[in-house]
């Protein structure tokens, strides 16, 4: 099965510092939409695993949250393709919880759900906490450099994190290689 992780902010819409509070100001990144539903029409299926520790801030509710991932699969459905499983950690930094990135309880949710193993399993991210989380678990992390990514290109990376534009540029890559 090909099946492909990626972070939500910054990697598929537009990130923000005061976090995305609502659905309008949740605003696809250019070509992302496109992206999905090309991979998903070449037979990925993309799963998505986004911290919102927004919901615990009191910043947005869940309907809200669950608004922005319809609105999501809503666009892909209208390139023709479609969004896998959204999971997505709803806890505060300070909660220790298991889903939070960098811990990779929220990717193992997601292999576990299709029955496929992590290794080597493509996980695209913008922060640092999304390529680690990937490493804990022996999944390939990937770099975009749109949202946090450039910022976070400053870092030091985990052990052969590959490295990306955008998610445009990983569609193209997977799809045609
Ligand atoms: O990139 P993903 O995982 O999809 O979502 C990130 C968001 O939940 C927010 O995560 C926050 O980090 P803290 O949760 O406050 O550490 C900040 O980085 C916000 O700018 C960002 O919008
Ligand atoms: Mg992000
Ligand atoms: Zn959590």
């Known amino acids: 099965m090909k099946l492909l ?18 659905v309008e100001e949740w605003i696809p990144l250019p070509g ?21 520790s927004g919901i615990a801030r009191g910043y947005y509710d869940l309907a809200t949250l669950d608004a922005m991932h319809e609105r999501l699969r809503a666009l892909v459905a209208e390139q023709g393709g479609e969004v896998g499983l959204i999971v997505y950690c709803p806890h505060g930094p300070d909660e220790g919880c298991d889903c939070r990135k960098p811990k990779p309880g929220m990717l193992k949710n997601i292999a576990a759900h299709y029955n496929v193993s992590l290794t080597n399993l493509w996980f695209v ?15 390939q992390p990937v770099l975009v450099k749109t949202g946090k990514g450039e910022k976070t290109l400053g ?21 045609h290689n």
Do not use: H
């Open 5 to 22: 992780i990626l972070d939500r902010d910054g990697v598929i819409n537009y990130d923000s510092d005061a976090y995305i509070k609502s």
């Open 32 to 52: 992302s939409i496109e992206a999905i539903a090309q991979l998903s029409k070449a037979g990925w299926t993309v799963a998505v695993a986004t911290n919102q």
């Open 125 to 139: 991210g913008d922060s640092l906490g999304d390529l680690e989380a990937a490493k804990a678990v022996d999944s």
């Open 155 to 175: 870092k030091t990376l985990p052990a052969g994190t590959l490295i990306f534009d955008d998610l445009a540029a990983i569609a193209a890559e997977l799809i």
